[in-house]
Every structure is written in C-alpha cells, then in structure tokens.
C-alpha cells in the first residue's frame, strides 16, 4: 500500500497512478479492511479513470463503504447524490434513493427519508425494491408515531407480498401498532393468527395476555365485561 500510495502521488494523473490506486483499493477494502484508505483510492479513480462504468462502481463503493461499514450516514448521503447524478435507469436511482432514505432514517430525519420515499414511489420498480421501501415508510411511521398511517402501509405490504411480509415480521408489527392505537381487538386477532406458525408462541401468549390486561384496566372496562 505505501508503494501504491508513493506511485500515485509522484504522478496522479499517469496510467500507472491509475492502476495503483486501482489495486490499493482493493487490498486496503477486502484485505486489509482499511475502509477510509480504500475510500481514498476509490475517489482517485473517480476522478481519473475515463472509462465511466469503472467511476460509477468506484462511486457506488465509497457510498456504501461510509453507510454499511463505516456507518457515516450524513457522508454516505451525500456521496450516494454524487451517485444519482451518474445514474439514469429507475432501478439504480430507486436503490440509492431507498438508501439515502435509510441513512435519513437512521439520522432521525424523518421527513426528508419519507420525501425520498415519495420519489421512489414514482418510479418504475421491482417488487423487492416496493416491499422494501413500503416497510421503511412503515418504520418510520411508526418511529413519529403515526400509528393509523403505519397500519394502511403493513396491511397493504401484508396483503400485496404475504409470504415476504411474514418472514420479516410485519404482522407482529402490525399488532404493536394496532396496541399503541388502542386497537386492541384487532391486534389479539392477529396475535391468534400467528399463535400456531410463529417459531415463540409463548412470546405471542404474553402479548396477547399483557394485552387483555391493559383491556381490563380500561376506564369502565370492568361494567363492559358484565355486559
């Protein structure tokens, strides 16, 4: 790496500044998992390699490496918009918006995560990009708590994608939103749906027992259950 690094400051602009920091790249990201030091070579062939497929994917690896590895979610957003202006199919703009999103997310930027949402939403997408940016809004939802907002958006992913739905758990989800609304009737319902298949079904008995408790602690709760 010091070698690589010597060659490429001696001459940046050179064919063989180029290739070293190609290399140094490589060995600094999956060897020697020196991600800042890898971020470095990255932006040089960024900024000097003519093919634009190679400065794209060195892009795209800056962009991940400070959100996945580094988890520097304000530097990976604005490394994932240099990215967008790169990009022109629906899919790569959907992917990266859904992870400036999820940076914005993980920032508590709530608001700027559900615009970033809303574009997404507009655009020409697989399923597995819908699914995963329905659940991100819900989670955010949930995150404000907007509760009704949050349950339309696990009842329409559960309804459109049912088998994905479960295997994340947005039924289980779905009942704490339906608890924090005072919804109680309609969690327990689901709570009894997932009793047989789900893989702790003493855990969904004490939800469904620590929810009729807060039933019977309600106000007049007790002359509603003479009736």
Known sequence: LVHFDNAVKVAPESYWALRAAREAARV????EKDFNTAIRFYRHVVLYSENS???????????????????NYQQSIIEFYKLL??????FEIATYKLAVARASYYL?????????????TRL?????????????Q?????????????ILVFNDLIKKFPDKAKKENVPLTLTVCYEENFQYKEAIQILYSLRETHNSSEYIELRIKRINERIKNLPGAKGLHRK
């Open 28 to 31: 600094s990201h999956y060897l």
């Open 85 to 90: 202006q790169m990009s022109d199919k629906d």
């Open 108 to 120: 508590n930027k709530f608001d700027e995560a559900l615009s970033e949402i809303n574009e997404i």
């Open 124 to 136: 020409k997408i697989t399923n597995d990009i819908l699914f995963d940016t329905l659940l991100l």
């Open 138 to 150: 819900g989670n955010i939802l949930v995150a404000q708590k907007s509760y009704s907002k949050a």
């Open 53 to 71: 497929e190679e400065r794209i994917k060195s892009q795209r690896e800056i962009s991940y490496l400070f959100f996945d590895s580094l988890q």
